[in-house]
């Protein structure tokens, strides 16, 4: 379905930028990665363009670099990310301003940055990628919370400002998806194993998600399929924040 597109991946050196890389260059995208360390080898065709998201600059270069490469760009993911595990009161400054410069100034960024081409070249596909924790927080995970608000808010903004430019922008809310980050969470518990079937259990379908599973869902929101699709949050967490609290 994205035969010949070309594509932008931010943070896809690990988790489900990694995936929706992996997943692009297999349907037929020219992709070019940008990110802080290098992706593995695996994602074979790509073109890796080392970036901060957090600097504009360095985000116009990365979609420079596509255009240079590919003669245009068609869909950016903005998938960058990070997290800190506290709540307010035991969240620093130096924390706040990590979370919120890569996960709401980085995608920021690279919205703008795609906009600006593509409103001057036919239009295109953004995708950011939010997260359940936006509307249903997760414990301890205060600014993180909140960073995923801004993107929903920005998703949704991006998409009427611009829409009449042929620029779409949707994004993906992911629950509890089996990635470096979400293994993090559950090392900081005291009983790391006892928490990851806790987890599990919660969810309806029974287990965790997998970053291929999310990278199913960009490709269709990236391709033409999706066309009268803009403006919209697509959760893919399991059926997890679809049940009431009290259980069954």
């Keep these: 379905m994205l035969e010949s597109k070309s594509v932008v991946v931010t943070g896809a050196s690990s988790g489900i930028g990694l995936a929706i890389a992996r997943r692009f260059v297999a349907e037929g995208a020219r992709v070019v990665v940008g990110s ?20 504009p600059v ?95 808010s920005l998703t949704r903004a991006v998409a009427i400002d611009h829409g009449s430019d042929g620029i779409r922008c949707n994004a993906i809310r992911p629950g509890w998806i089996a990635t470096e980050m979400t293994e993090a969470v559950f090392d900081q518990a005291d009983n790391p194993t006892a928490m990851r079937m806790d987890v599990m259990a919660r969810h309806p379908v029974g287990r965790l998600g997998l970053p291929d599973e999310v990278a199913a869902l960009a490709v269709w929101l990236a391709s033409d399929e999706s066309a009268f699709v803009s403006g919209s949050l697509f959760t893919i967490d399991g059926g997890l924040t679809a049940q009431s609290p009290i259980g069954g």
């Design 36 to 55: 802080r360390s290098e992706p593995p080898q695996s994602i074979k065709g790509a073109l890796w363009v080392p970036t901060d998201v957090t600097d």
């Design 58 to 152: 360095a985000v116009d270069a990365l979609v420079g670099a596509a255009v240079t490469a590919h003669g245009s760009l068609e869909v950016m993911v903005a998938n960058a990310g990070c997290q800190v595990q506290a709540s307010v009161a035991d969240t620093t400054d130096a924390e706040f301003d990590l979370v919120m410069n890569v996960n709401v100034r980085g995608v920021f960024n690279c919205c703008r940055a795609a906009v600006r081409h593509m409103s001057e070249h036919g239009g295109g596909s953004i995708l950011t990628i939010g997260s359940v924790a936006a509307d249903t927080a997760d414990h301890e995970m205060a600014v993180y919370n909140a960073s995923k608000g801004a993107v929903h």
